[in-house]
């Protein structure tokens, strides 16, 4: 399980330290958990000495792969998705690059071997209970070089703010990180009566874990086309600051004022019903949002009157054609 999935993390650290240059191009996911694992992930190699060009996706969408995989000679790395399309990003590849999957959801093997699928799924780890993809990153960067240990508490963040508990509590890798930040004083533990609070060690005092999360989410999805993402990054390794607390205050006024009028829409008719489904469409109503806000639309209003609750709901929105810093 945990030890053969180190052992092959180390096995593909050796690939990257052999293969030619020292460049690295890191993709990552913009929710908590994928921003954790992209500040882990930067920071551990650039303390290799390696030169990391760091983007922010929403999903890996097929588009976005095939011009990824226009590039010979790379090093790269995919963290907090990707573990289930290994063998579609093999098929891209074809042993051109060297490519690395850091993820924590269901996964298929790779059928490139210069393609490392290190998700735990598949050594018998499970990715909603056991293991986070900012944990995988952790352990990653650990097996790089101990002086990564330091960045337990921003596993421990991206942990929590995937939410996946069992009692109340962080288990097994999860909870391997968290009492490692607990003992570098830099995560506190609060026990209560249906399990634990998390929370960060701050000069400005104790910060919640989860509301931190929020606080991640919000940058990196509503702020996914207003360099939120790499805000984000930044108080991952700094904490928060004035500067990210304008800008998640702004991106909150943006998201509740977007979400009020979407809702306003609905009950005037925007929402077209079949047998089993119900949906809407906000087309680019929510700009200058990320398309992870139609999903957290979804969320917020799936328990009130406005819907069935014997139907699925399904919200679509336009995705714009552009990568931030991408293209």
Same mark, same amino acid.
């Given at each position: 399980?945990?030890?053969?999935?180190?052992?092959?993390?180390?096995?593909?650290?050796?690939?990257?330290?052999?293969?030619?240059?020292?460049?690295?191009?890191?993709?990552?996911?913009?929710?908590?958990?994928?921003?954790?694992?992209?500040?882990?992930?930067?920071?551990?190699?650039?303390?290799a000495g390696y030169d990391?060009?760091?983007?922010?996706?929403?999903?890996?969408?097929?588009?976005?792969?095939?011009?990824?995989?226009?590039?010979?000679?790379?090093?790269?790395?995919?963290?907090?998705?990707?573990?289930?399309?290994?063998?579609?990003?093999?098929?891209?590849?074809?042993?051109?690059?060297?490519?690395?999957?850091?993820?924590?959801?269901?996964?298929?093997?790779?059928?490139?071997?210069?393609?490392?699928?290190?998700?735990?799924?598949?050594?018998?780890?499970?990715?909603?209970?056991?293991?986070?993809?900012?944990?995988?990153c952790y352990f990653f960067?650990?097996?790089?070089?101990?002086?990564?240990?330091?960045?337990?508490?921003?596993?421990?963040?991206?942990?929590?703010?995937?939410?996946?508990?069992?009692?109340?509590?962080?288990?097994?890798?999860?909870?391997?990180?968290?009492?490692?930040?607990?003992?570098?004083?830099?995560?506190?533990?609060?026990?209560?009566?249906?399990?634990?609070?998390?929370?960060?060690?701050?000069?400005?005092?104790?910060?919640?874990?989860?509301?931190?999360?929020?606080?991640?989410?919000?940058?990196?999805?509503?702020?996914?086309y207003q360099n939120g993402?790499?805000?984000? =990054? *930044?108080?991952?390794? !700094?904490? #928060?600051?004035?500067?990210?607390?304008?800008?998640?205050?702004?991106? &909150?006024? $943006? @998201? =509740? *004022?977007?979400?009020? !009028?979407? #809702?306003?829409?609905?009950?005037?008719?925007?929402?077209?019903?079949? &047998?089993? $489904? @119900?949906?809407?469409?906000?087309?680019?109503?929510?700009?200058?949002?990320?398309?992870?806000?139609?999903?957290?639309?979804?969320?917020?209003?799936?328990?009130?009157?406005?819907?069935?609750?014997?139907?699925?709901?399904?919200?679509?929105?336009?995705?714009?054609?552009?990568?931030?810093?991408?293209?």
């Amino acid at each position: 399980m945990i030890d053969k999935l180190i052992e092959d993390m180390e096995l593909a650290i050796r690939s990257i330290r052999k293969w030619p240059g020292k460049k690295i191009q890191l993709f990552h996911h913009n929710d908590s958990d994928g921003l954790c694992s992209g500040a882990i992930l930067q920071k551990a190699f650039e303390r290799a000495g390696y030169d990391v060009n760091r983007f922010s996706l929403e999903k890996p969408y097929p588009a976005v792969l095939k011009k990824i995989y226009e590039q010979d000679g790379r090093v790269l790395v995919f963290a907090d998705f990707a573990g289930r399309i290994a063998p579609m990003i093999s098929d891209f590849n074809q042993g051109r690059n060297l490519t690395l999957i850091l993820d924590h959801h269901v996964a298929e093997a790779s059928t490139d071997p210069n393609v490392f699928n290190l998700d735990p799924e598949l050594y018998g780890l499970k990715g909603d209970r056991d293991i986070t993809a900012s944990t995988t990153c952790y352990f990653f960067g650990l097996a790089m070089d101990p002086v990564n240990r330091d960045m337990a508490h921003i596993a421990a963040i991206g942990a929590v703010g995937d939410k996946f508990f069992e009692n109340g509590r962080l288990v097994s890798q999860n909870r391997e990180v968290v009492m490692e930040a607990v003992k570098q004083d830099r995560i506190e533990i609060r026990e209560h009566e249906t399990g634990e609070d998390y929370y960060l060690i701050s000069e400005g005092g104790p910060l919640p874990c989860d509301q931190l999360g929020d606080y991640l989410d919000t940058l990196g999805a509503a702020g996914f086309y207003q360099n939120g993402p790499d805000i984000g =990054i *930044k108080v991952c390794h !700094e904490g #928060i600051s004035p500067a990210s607390d304008r800008m998640v205050e702004e991106l &909150r006024v $943006i @998201q =509740i *004022k977007a979400f009020d !009028e979407e #809702i306003k829409r609905i009950r005037n008719g925007g929402l077209k019903k079949t &047998r089993r $489904i @119900q949906w809407f469409h906000v087309k680019n109503r929510f700009s200058p949002m990320g398309v992870k806000m139609v999903g957290a639309f979804c969320d917020n209003i799936k328990n009130t009157d406005d819907f069935d609750p014997h139907r699925y709901i399904a919200g679509f929105q336009i995705i714009p054609n552009e990568i931030p810093g991408f293209g």
